[in-house]
């Protein structure tokens, strides 16, 4: 996006001074407010209608059972088109017009371009849909978080199942060009040399690339066990699977969480058979454990929801209890208060949406399962445990 953050913040400013002005629809004393910049429209609107509906869903069911900590928690939020300066002329419109404790972030774009912003607001704090490494920086961004691991932590949960599954096995990593397909290489390279993994080959490729022949052939001749996608969401993954397979190709191929939802890889149909990847979160049809949360989605929500809609939930869960610890506390509720709130979450149960107890010391939930796609019963099947990447404090 060619837009640099300072016309984002001058556009912002622009559309939502008149309403910082006005702040005509300004919280009570009884109520917490949950702001969001939604794509429901553009090129990632199959996600953010997800997140809407999760973070809806959620508020709903907390203000049923009484709000938080006697507070009922309202949810407004504009629709963004997935672009940086629409975003951010959503966020001083909603924050000018209402007293937002939370906010919910569209893209690493908006997220990284908004900061000073929220920093020197100093009243809410905010997670959205980006799990770029970079906001996982506690200094760089102290009102930030992310609702599951980053995405170099998201590859080292693949590469710790890899290392315990197949020790010293060959690796190869595809990845779009793009700052989100680049972002866990180093990372990646690192981890895997820490834990006697070898990286065969490594493959650039444009982000919606069709033509894939040529890379196939790398992969070929480079014969690794595991190949590892980061930075797509479908496409052209089918058509590395398919080709691979033509060939002969035994390698397991893995993905990140936004190649992950089960309907992407239902209309694949064979060709997806086999396809593994990380979750940070349980799967709406996820039946092997006491998940008396996803019970009460499925009781919502007839019909599978997305891994998005998990997000979004997630989100607005860690929101509330960020809200309740403050208030519980008898804090003021500053961005400083509730993001230290926050970081008091340990072995915390979130009702089975993550399928281990979660701890956040810093900007993340450094916690991932493994599924693999089962083609004849269309679902994802886990693959073992529920691995933690945390680091060493």
Not at 43 to 64: H, Q, R, W
Not at 126 to 142: C, I, R
Request: hydrophobic content about 40%.
């Amino acid at each position: 996006m060619n837009i640099t953050r300072r016309q984002a913040l001058a556009a912002g400013i622009a559309a939502g001074g008149l309403a910082a002005g006005i702040r005509p629809g300004l919280a009570q004393a009884n109520e917490i407010v949950i702001a969001g910049s939604i794509p429901l429209t553009g090129v990632f609107a199959f996600a953010g209608i997800g997140i809407n509906d999760g973070l809806s869903d959620y508020v709903k069911i907390v203000n049923e059972a009484g709000g938080v900590a006697g507070r009922k928690v309202r949810y407004v939020y504009e629709d963004t088109a997935y672009k940086v300066d629409q975003s951010v002329a959503v966020f001083n419109k909603l924050t000018g017009s209402n007293a937002a404790n939370f906010y919910y972030s569209d893209s690493t774009g908006f997220a990284k371009t908004i900061n000073p912003e929220l920093n020197r607001k100093g009243s809410m704090i905010m997670a959205g849909a980006s799990f770029a490494t970079e906001l996982n920086d506690a200094k760089a961004y102290p009102n930030q978080f992310i609702a599951g691991p980053d995405y170099s932590d998201m590859i080292s949960v693949l590469l710790t199942y890899i290392a315990k599954t197949q020790p010293g096995a060959k690796i190869a990593l595809v990845n779009s060009d793009t700052e989100f397909g680049r972002d866990p290489v180093a990372t990646t390279e690192a981890m895997a040399k820490k834990l006697g993994l070898s990286i065969a080959e490594k493959i650039v490729t444009p982000p919606t690339s069709v033509d894939v022949s040529t890379e196939v052939l790398k992969l070929r001749r480079a014969n690794p066990d595991y190949t590892i996608f980061h930075g797509y969401v479908l496409a052209p993954l089918p058509e590395f699977m398919t080709q691979a397979k033509q060939l002969g190709l035994k390698t397991k191929f893995m993905g990140t969480f936004w190649s992950m939802d089960n309907s992407l890889w239902a209309k694949v149909g064979e060709a997806a058979n086999g396809f593994m990847g990380v979750m940070p979160y349980r799967y709406y049809f996820d039946e092997d454990a006491k998940a008396p949360m996803l019970a009460k989605i499925r009781q919502m929500r007839p019909e599978y929801v997305s891994t998005a809609y998990m997000q979004g939930f997630l989100t607005a869960m860690l929101f509330c209890e960020a809200g309740k610890r403050c208030l519980d506390a008898k804090q003021e509720m500053t961005a400083t208060n509730l993001k230290a709130a926050l970081n008091s979450i340990k072995d915390f149960d979130t009702g089975g949406l993550i399928g281990a107890p979660i701890t956040i010391t810093g900007n993340s939930i450094p916690v991932g399962r493994v599924y693999q796609y089962d083609a004849a019963k269309k679902v994802m099947v886990g693959q073992g445990d529920w691995i933690n990447v945390s680091k060493p404090s």
